[in-house]
């Protein structure tokens, strides 16, 4: 039978070691994960700078709690549920900033509102209309691609997905996804100036 102290002494190593390697797998997911867990929290929050915060505060906070993953599921969605905490937390906290009505007067006087001075944010229909056009003509110039640009081009710029997800997804290297991104990009904009 060990001693007490030896045993110990033992799990305190292997718990060194474990945290050891989570800190190394922490430090690959984040590097390789970092653009979609900025994308993930821009969705939420919807300001660039915004999305930033949310994604450091997101990854101080797992680092700090490194120690808690389980490994019941992987490091990369793990990093995604925190970061989709964090953006939510952040909304949550803007909210309560007090917020101005667009109606009230700004002077007695002239009788004027917040919302007499601003300009429309919405698109003009001449320019949705036009935008309409662009996108189905370039919805169909996707469709004359070959099937592997076409496929390349959907996952990595219509899906968003990363260089690497894409890779895996169509079983080729991350420099073919690169060389076929590229080639794809081009096509469409010579299609695209055709119009």
């Known amino acids: 039978m060990q001693e007490p102290q030896t045993y110990i ?5 292997a718990a060194v070691q474990i945290c050891r390697q989570s800190s190394g797998e922490f430090e690959d ?9 900025y994308r ?8 660039p700078h915004d999305a930033e915060d949310a994604v450091q505060d997101a990854l101080l906070s ?17 990093l995604i549920s ?20 667009l109606d009230e007067r700004l002077d007695e006087e002239q009788n004027h509102c917040l919302s007499d001075r601003l300009a429309g944010a919405s698109p003009s ?20 691609l070959s099937p592997t640009l076409r496929a390349t081009i959907q996952l990595r710029g219509l899906e968003g997905m990363t ?18 991104v590229s080639r794809a990009r081009t096509k469409l904009k010579q299609l695209m100036r055709e119009i």
Request: with cysteine.
């Open 9 to 13: 002494g033992e799990a305190q190593t």
């Open 29 to 37: 997911v984040v590097s390789q994960c970092l653009p979609s867990l």
């Open 40 to 47: 993930r929290a821009y969705r939420y929050v919807g300001d």
């Open 62 to 78: 797992a680092y700090k709690h490194l120690d808690q993953f389980k490994g019941t599921a992987t490091m990369a969605t793990w």
């Open 82 to 101: 925190i970061v989709t905490n964090s953006a939510l937390s952040q909304l949550r906290r803007r909210q309560r900033k007090p917020q101005v009505s």
């Open 125 to 144: 229909p001449e320019n949705e209309c036009m935008w309409s056009e662009l996108h189905e003509h370039f919805l169909e110039f996707v469709a004359e």
């Open 163 to 180: 260089t690497s997800e894409v890779a895996t997804i169509l079983g080729v290297s991350q420099g073919t996804v690169k060389a076929n």
